[in-house]
């Protein structure tokens, strides 16, 4: 049963364009969202998160939306820049982490 | 200001022997969590921990696999026996109390089985 799921495994844009990354997820119980970000043969780094109780969340290139109804959440990143080729994971919390399969972004120069 | 750590890096088993991933967590963090990443698939969680306490092994196989984070020295993973299957990219990560949301990746650990 996945109950967070990245439909895409693949992403590719060119520098300086937008990269929106989709997740949804299945389990209303969810309280919290986050993204990670993982280059090859490293362990995935925090990027990014939003509360339940919000619906968007900004941090410099990179914005969190969730939408509660339908279930969804997306990240920005604007404008993409080469450095950011790398696996995006969403993850949701009710008492721990649960992972999407994650999205290979390559942002080409 | 060092991070998550983890060793060894790379580990490789034959089919049967036993395997021992270490974990030391960010200073200041005494919450421990593992996770194993199969090829092409997502993080899945294994254990979280605290000092001398398991707190929710859901997603640890029954058989085979233990985890411990004793009172003195880092969290330890262990796969007795292990088979081709066990073969993956282990991940520990590390959370203060109350912030068990936000947690800190170690380099990961790659275990494979001949």
């Known amino acids: 049963d996945q109950q967070v799921k990245q439909n895409s495994p693949s992403l590719s844009v060119q520098e300086g364009r937008i990269s929106i990354l989709n997740c949804d997820y299945t389990n209303s119980m969810f309280d919290y969202f986050l993204w990670y970000k993982k280059y090859p043969a490293e362990g995935p780094t925090f990027l990014i998160s939003?509360?339940?109780?919000?619906d968007k969340n900004e941090d410099g290139r990179f914005t969190v939306f969730l939408n509660k109804s339908a279930k969804h959440l997306s990240l920005h990143i604007v404008p993409s820049q080469p450095g950011d080729s790398a696996v995006y994971f969403c993850a949701a919390s009710a008492s721990r982490l649960t992972f999407g399969e994650g999205t290979q972004l390559t942002v080409n120069p | 200001n060092a991070g998550v750590m983890q060793n060894p890096r790379h580990l490789v088993r034959r089919r049967g022997q036993e395997a021992r991933l270490r974990c030391s967590p960010m200073k200041g963090h005494s919450h421990v969590y593992w996770y194993r990443q199969l090829p092409e698939e997502g993080l899945k969680f294994m254990v979280y921990?605290?000092?001398?306490?398991?707190?929710?092994e859901s997603g640890m196989p029954k058989e085979r696999f233990s985890a411990e984070f004793p009172k003195e020295g880092p969290s330890i993973l262990r796969i007795q026996q292990v088979v081709r299957g066990d073969s993956a990219a282990y991940f520990c990560?590390?959370?203060?109390?109350?912030?068990?949301?936000?947690?800190?990746f170690g380099p990961g650990t790659r275990l494979l089985v001949l």
């Open positions: 939003i509360s339940s109780i919000k």
């Open positions: 990560a590390s959370s203060i109390p109350g912030f068990q949301e936000t947690q800190y």
């Open positions: 921990l605290q000092k001398e306490n398991i707190i929710d």
